[in-house]
């Protein structure tokens, strides 16, 4: 079994910044493509960022410009840099993941459990 873990969300004024992590463990061969998304109150979850295993980012845009995603590949990490939060990125954040295990072909899908993020004065 592969599990993500994220940290780093928390409470943080409007403008301010947060660094979310996300680390992968288990019997990981290689992870694919890897994403965040978030859910607010009372609302669907939704994709906010998502980068492919050669590098290719995508950005909502509600959060081009102010978010950024980034990957180590070699320590199977994931993170969400995310400067000029607003009230409305208020959310649970989760991390998302296509990988594969040592011993078989198949391309698996593991999620976080989430971190809060509140943005508030």
């Known amino acids: 079994q592969v599990q993500l873990v994220e940290s780093g969300g928390g409470l943080v004024q409007p403008g301010g910044s947060l660094r979310l992590s996300c680390a992968a463990s288990?019997?990981?061969?290689?992870?694919?493509?890897v994403a965040w998304y978030r859910q607010g109150p009372g609302k669907q979850r939704d994709v906010v960022a998502t980068?492919?295993?050669?590098?290719?980012?995508k950005y909502a845009d509600s959060v081009k410009g102010r978010f950024t995603i980034s990957r180590d590949n070699a320590k199977n990490t994931v993170s969400l840099q995310m400067n000029s939060l607003k009230p409305e990125d208020t959310a649970v954040y989760y991390c998302?993941?296509?990988?594969?295990?040592?011993?078989?072909?198949?391309?698996?899908?593991?999620w976080g459990q989430g971190t809060q993020v509140t943005v508030s004065s």
């Open positions: 980068m492919s295993r050669a590098g290719s980012k």
């Open positions: 998302q993941a296509e990988y594969s295990m040592w011993g078989t072909i198949q391309i698996l899908d593991s």
């Open positions: 288990g019997n990981i061969k290689s992870l694919y493509s």
